[in-house]
């Protein structure tokens, strides 16, 4: 099998859209609830198992903190990267393992799911939500912010 790029993009999207209206439900319910004063922003954060994902809403005192709030399940072992599940084990995986790292298909997981959440932000009237929102993976440098679509390195912006 050949692997592109662009059909990596295209394999992740088709995944993408199976889960699309639970995400989009997750930020309608945000923007019905108030939260207590010691949160003052919210952030989605994305847990990448191999070859799945899991996401949480955590309520935030600031970008490093959480408020004592408890978290809220956005995505539970969502399968999306099928090109791993298919190609990363087996006989096929150390010449698939090669073309993930040479094209760095981490950062371009990462990028997908940021456009992807943005879409279903935007999709859930999500600018309603009156607190700053952000996305972002688990051990990542960066965040997404939902409201501005900006990328920003929190480490950065203290």
């Not at 939500?129 to 912006?157: A, C, K, Q, S």
């Amino acid at each position: 099998m050949e692997w592109t790029v662009e059909g990596y993009k295209a394999s992740l999207h088709e995944q993408f859209s199976q889960y699309s209206a639970e995400i989009i439900e997750g930020f309608k319910k945000v923007k019905q609830e108030s939260y207590s004063e010691d949160v003052s922003l919210l952030q989605v954060m994305a847990f990448i198992g191999e070859p799945t994902i899991d996401m949480q809403l955590f309520f935030m005192a600031d970008m490093f903190d959480e408020a004592g709030t408890e978290s809220l399940d956005f995505l539970e072992d969502a399968l999306l990267d099928k090109w791993l599940d298919v190609y990363g084990y087996g006989e096929d995986s150390e010449v698939y393992e090669e073309f993930y790292e040479e094209n760095e298909l981490e950062d371009v997981l990462i990028a997908e799911l940021g456009q992807w959440i943005k879409a279903c932000f935007d999709e859930a009237n999500g600018s309603d939500i009156r607190y700053p929102i952000y996305f972002g993976v688990h051990d990542g440098p960066y965040m997404l912010d939902l409201h501005t679509n900006e990328w920003i390195n929190p480490d950065e912006d203290e």
